[in-house]
């Protein structure tokens, strides 16, 4: 039966919950045991997708197709296991499944509560769709004391109850301050945050400390003793270099041991941590460094491309070379001043996105980089407008656009019931994908002697999507001819997936998003190919 972890966050957000659910989830794994990480995030929204990546940072995407909070990223970036839609709920889901059973009757003329009904569906859902898992890792959203944690804590706190201490473990992860003027390690807001906590009726078993430096004995002692956890629980986390020091980090200050330690039980196998070893020394060591430039409408707010900033370093692993990622806002992105702020630019990436903004300076720069042959990448949004520009530039087609941004353009990007051909809308067509996003994992089969097959070295492939908006496949043959290549299809023929320029070193458009595939232990084919291509150029 599954043992339950749950880990909360105390003091301020963003301490590195994610990341520290992600790190024990690997070291457990790691010993045999079979693992899932979970996110409960208490806002209403039903889920990430509607959310801007101003907001909340990146939605990231699972196989089956779900838009979830970016900490799922972590989780599978650091375990290599896919997570799913059962993985990630909101309060708003929460709410919605509730209001819904409730309109339909189904509480039988019962008053409708927080505590149970709320509460219990949230228990539900932490416990749906586990089979053989030894441990499950749930890690809830916020931090101790905000209005909409709460019943997140009750139902952990009644969970608990259910099935048994042995059975439960509660982390608590705070900050402990480093006041410069006393040169004082401070436990007070450790101290609160706990006690808070147990007012709920929640005893942490474990207590993780994030710290700037290395927490002396009698700092721990003291935490300890105000946080009633016995001194070995008391666990540090000092800032790391990278994260991919984090297992490492946890190893040493014995997290694992210390929860396994609480159920009684013992490893399967021994961990292995020469992996992470490998890549932090990577990381730090590397001397030679290569600069992309990505180019998109969120690049001031840092998890806003969480994924891609991963695998673009995860390609830099690979080739041996630190990847230097130049931020460039495309709003700014004017042409006359492209050449002086791409200068030192060794590959230039197009993110996905949605809007109009900023797609005159994203159009600019794909502009340059087939021009000046540069190696370039353009993901979802970023293929759509290196098709757009290529058609306007190369095939003349001066009303060229999508309809997602301009209705009465000619759409080589559109919806497929607006693609027309010789200026005819042509409706009716089999697929009608109208107002809905396309989602998770799909095929698509690559062209022989295609740039991409060489990179996938493949046949097939499937990847992760995330939108409405189709390249115009009745427009294949003229792309082709002027050297647009549609090397990657969907299986039935319809869906062009991927672009790439016949005269040019290395000019890739994909449909889908492979950033959210690509993990540090095996990085993405795509953007180790396209690291290689930038390195050399
Ligand atoms: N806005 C585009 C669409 O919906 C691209 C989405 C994306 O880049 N993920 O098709």
């Given at each position: 039966?599954?043992?339950?972890?749950?880990?909360?966050?105390?003091?301020?957000?963003?301490?590195?919950?994610?990341?520290?659910?992600?790190?024990?989830?690997?070291?457990?794994?790691?010993?045999?045991?079979?693992?899932?990480?979970?996110?409960?995030?208490?806002?209403?929204?039903?889920?990430?997708?509607?959310?801007?990546?101003?907001?909340?940072?990146?939605?990231?995407?699972?196989?089956?197709?779900?838009e979830t909070d970016l900490d799922l990223g972590h989780y599978e970036r650091f375990t290599n296991i896919d997570a799913k839609q059962s993985d990630n709920i909101t309060t708003g889901r929460i709410y919605s499944d509730v209001i819904k059973k409730e309109r339909k009757g189904n509480y039988l003329g019962k008053t409708v509560q927080v505590i149970p009904h709320i509460t219990d569906r949230i228990k539900g859902f932490i416990k749906n769709d586990i089979t053989n898992e030894d441990f499950v890792i749930c890690e809830i959203g916020g931090t101790v004391g905000d209005i909409e944690s709460l019943p997140f804590l009750e139902a952990i706190r009644q969970f608990s109850n259910d099935l048994g201490r042995n059975k439960t473990l509660f982390i608590h992860l705070t900050l402990v301050p480093f006041l410069k003027s006393s040169d004082e390690i401070k436990t007070k807001p450790t101290q609160h945050s706990v006690k808070e906590?147990?007012?709920?009726?929640?005893?942490?078993?474990?207590?993780?400390?994030?710290?700037?430096?290395?927490?002396?004995?009698?700092?721990?002692?003291?935490?300890?003793?105000?946080?009633?956890?016995?001194?070995?629980?008391?666990?540090?986390?000092?800032?790391?270099?990278?994260?991919?020091?984090?297992?490492?980090?946890?190893?040493?200050?014995?997290?694992?041991?210390?929860?396994?330690?609480?159920?009684?039980?013992?490893?399967?196998?021994?961990?292995?941590?020469?992996?992470?070893?490998?890549?932090?020394?990577?990381?730090?060591?590397?001397?030679?460094?290569?600069?992309?430039a990505i180019i998109g409408k969120y690049v001031n707010l840092k998890d806003a491309y969480k994924s891609l900033d991963e695998a673009l370093i995860h390609g830099g692993i690979k080739n041996n070379i630190k990847v230097n990622l130049i931020r460039v806002e495309s709003d700014n992105l004017k042409s006359t001043k492209i050449s002086k702020i791409l200068k030192n630019v060794s590959g230039i990436l197009i993110p996905g996105g949605f809007g109009k903004r900023g797609t005159?300076?994203?159009?600019?720069?794909?502009?340059?980089?087939?021009?000046?042959?540069?190696?370039?990448?353009?993901?979802?949004?970023?293929?759509?407008?290196?098709?757009?520009?290529?058609?306007?530039?190369?095939?003349?087609?001066?009303?060229?656009?999508?309809?997602?941004?301009?209705?009465?353009?000619?759409?080589?990007?559109?919806?497929?019931?607006?693609?027309?051909?010789?200026?005819?809308?042509?409706?009716?067509?089999?697929?009608?994908?109208?107002?809905?996003?396309?989602l998770g994992l799909y095929k698509a089969k690559l062209k022989h002697n295609s740039l991409i097959k060489k990179i996938y070295r493949s046949n097939t492939i499937e990847e992760r999507h995330r939108h409405r908006y189709e390249v115009n496949n009745n427009l294949k043959d003229?792309?082709?001819?002027?050297?647009?290549?549609?090397?990657?299809?969907?299986?039935?023929?319809?869906?062009?997936?991927?672009?790439?320029?016949?005269?040019?070193?290395?000019?890739?458009?994909?449909?889908?998003?492979?950033?959210?595939?690509?993990?540090?232990?095996?990085?993405?084919?795509?953007?180790?190919?396209?690291?290689?291509?930038?390195?050399?150029?």
């Open positions: 039966m599954a043992r339950y972890i749950f880990v909360t966050g105390g003091v301020v957000s963003s301490l590195g919950k994610g990341l520290s659910s992600a790190s024990l989830a690997y070291l457990l794994k790691s010993q045999g045991f079979k693992v899932r990480v979970r996110k409960m995030d208490p806002y209403l929204n039903v889920d990430p997708g509607t959310m801007s990546p101003f907001q909340h940072g990146e939605v990231f995407v699972t196989n089956d197709g779900a906590l147990r007012s709920i009726g929640i005893q942490p078993d474990i207590v993780i400390c994030r710290s700037q430096q290395s927490i002396p004995y009698e700092q721990r002692k003291k935490i300890s003793l105000f946080c009633n956890v016995p001194i070995d629980n008391v666990i540090e986390t000092v800032d790391v270099r990278t994260i991919y020091e984090a297992p490492i980090s946890f190893y040493k200050e014995k997290l694992d041991k210390q929860v396994l330690r609480y159920f009684k039980i013992k490893p399967k196998k021994k961990v292995n941590l020469l992996p992470w070893k490998k890549i932090t020394k990577i990381v730090l060591k590397n001397k030679k460094s290569v600069n992309i005159e300076g994203k159009i600019a720069a794909i502009n340059y980089a087939r021009k000046k042959k540069i190696p370039f990448l353009g993901i979802c949004f970023g293929m759509q407008m290196a098709v757009i520009e290529f058609a306007k530039n190369v095939l003349k087609i001066k009303k060229a656009g999508s309809t997602e941004l301009n209705k009465s353009c000619y759409p080589v990007i559109g919806l497929i019931h607006e693609w027309n051909q010789n200026g005819k809308i042509m409706k009716g067509t089999n697929v009608d994908l109208g107002g809905t996003m396309r003229q792309f082709e001819k002027k050297g647009m290549i549609f090397s990657g299809i969907s299986p039935d023929n319809k869906l062009p997936e991927i672009i790439e320029l016949k005269n040019h070193p290395w000019f890739v458009g994909v449909q889908f998003h492979p950033e959210f595939k690509s993990r540090p232990l095996s990085p993405h084919p795509l953007f180790f190919s396209f690291i290689k291509a930038a390195k050399h150029y």
